[in-house]
Structure formats: C-alpha cells, structure tokens
T-cell receptor, first 110, second 115 residues
Framework: QKEVEQNSGPLSVPEGAIASLNCTYS??????FFWYRQYSGKSPELIMS??SNGDKEDGRFTAQLNKASQYVSLLIRDSQPSDSATYLC??????????WGAGTKLIIKP | EPEVTQTPSHQVTQMGQEVILRCVPI?????FYWYRQILGQKVEFLVS????????KSEIFDDQFSVERPDGSNFTLKIRSTKLEDSAMYFC?????????????FGDGTRLSIL
C-alpha cells in the first residue's frame, strides 16, 4: 500500500528558530511533492511544491527533496507564532493520484 | 487570485435526509476533488472528477455518495441518506491538471453536522 508518513507531533519550536518538518513516502515512482498548511477548522493551503531533487526556497520556507532516500522536508526559518498549524505532506503516486500524510502539528512558542 | 468557493459554509441536517454540497472550482481548472475531514482526523480523499466522469474514488465513496457537474461552473457532492458518521468538514479542490502533477487548490469547506 502506498503511504506518506509524517510524525504527528506536536513539534514545539521557539519563536525565531528554524522549524524542520519531515515526510517519507513509499512509491519510488512519485514525481510531485507538496506541502500544505492547515489551521484548525480551516482548509489546507498550499505552501510549496517541489518536483526535482535539492532545495527550493520561497521566502522563509525551504522545501528539500531527496528521491533516493524517498524523503521530503520543509524548513521554516525565523518561525513566527502565526506559523503554528498542522503541516500536510502530499505526494503523487505513479498513477498521479495524490497520497496525503496525516500531518505534523507545529507549535511556535513566543 | 482565483479561488475555489464552497456553499454553504455550515449545513445542519437530520439523519436520513439528503444533502447537497456545492462547489465552484477555479474557472480554468479541469480536475475536481472532494475530501472529507472528521474533526481531529486526517484529510481523506473521497473522489476525483474529470471530463464529466469520476476518475477515482475511495472506499468511503459508497453508493450513498454521488457527484455531478450540472453546469459549466458548479460541482456538487450529494449524500443521499445521511448518517451520524457523515458529520465532518467537506472540502472541494481543483487543479489545472491531475492533482498528482499540479497542486490542488482547496475551498474553505462546508461543515456538515448530522443530528
């Protein structure tokens, strides 16, 4: 069964520090990788997409992909209390079906 | 920025009644999705829709569920005979191409409460 695994957390990070969120996936044929942020009671909001190995930066966010290790991560620099949310990792499978992780709850402590 | 819109934001229905949840996807998107999220649990895929037909569906999407694109803009999810366990947030999403390649964009959701 194709899976996307995330540590459920909560991950507690002091304000201003770097938050590191990790995700592993089982399907080696996966080509597209997405990070979504979900505030409590709200819908998932796309943060980053990444398609090739290496780093992709967008403001305070950096997505990192390592296809050999089947690993994708999200770094949040200069963490703010407003970054407190659940972060969902989503990965396509070789049939282009999106497989979702259960999410990591991130808490930024002022 | 274009967005997916969902109505109503909150629907309260008696058990056994039919409910229709409505979505207007982003106008140039071709793929449409419904997801469910029970309070405190993970986002669960229900169904994907392309070219006026279902392309994928999950085990959750049983005979009591149906989807329709009645006109050029709306995309609906119907639950025929609601059960208590159908209480959840229902999210509609759309993407330009299949969501495994292009990202899916979500609406704000409909909170469905079954009494």
């Amino acid at each position: 069964q194709k899976e996307v695994e995330q540590n459920s957390g909560p991950l507690s990070v002091p304000e201003g520090a770097i938050a590191s969120l990790n995700c592993t996936y089982s399907d080696r044929g996966s080509q597209s990788f997405f990070w979504y942020r979900q505030y409590s009671g709200k819908s998932p909001e796309l943060i980053m997409s990444i398609y090739s190995n290496g780093d992709k930066e967008d403001g305070r966010f950096t997505a990192q992909l390592n296809k050999a290790s089947q690993y994708v991560s999200l770094l949040i620099r200069d963490s703010q209390p407003s970054d407190s949310a659940t972060y969902l990792c989503a990965v396509n499978d070789s049939n282009y079906q999106l497989i979702w992780g259960a999410g990591t709850k991130l808490i930024i402590k002022p | 920025e274009p967005e997916v819109t969902q109505t109503p934001s909150h629907q309260v229905t008696q058990m056994g009644q039919e409910v229709i949840l409505r979505c207007v996807p982003i106008s140039n998107h071709l793929y449409f999705y419904w997801y469910r999220q029970i309070l405190g649990q993970k986002v669960e895929f229900l169904v994907s829709f392309y070219n006026n037909e279902i392309s994928e569906k999950s085990e959750i999407f049983d005979d009591q569920f149906s989807v329709e694109r009645p006109d050029g803009s709306n995309f609906t999810l119907k639950i025929r005979s609601t059960k208590l366990e159908d209480s959840a947030m229902y999210f509609c999403a759309s993407s330009e191409e299949t969501g495994g390649v292009e990202p899916q964009h979500f609406g704000d959701g409909t909170r469905l409460s079954i009494l």
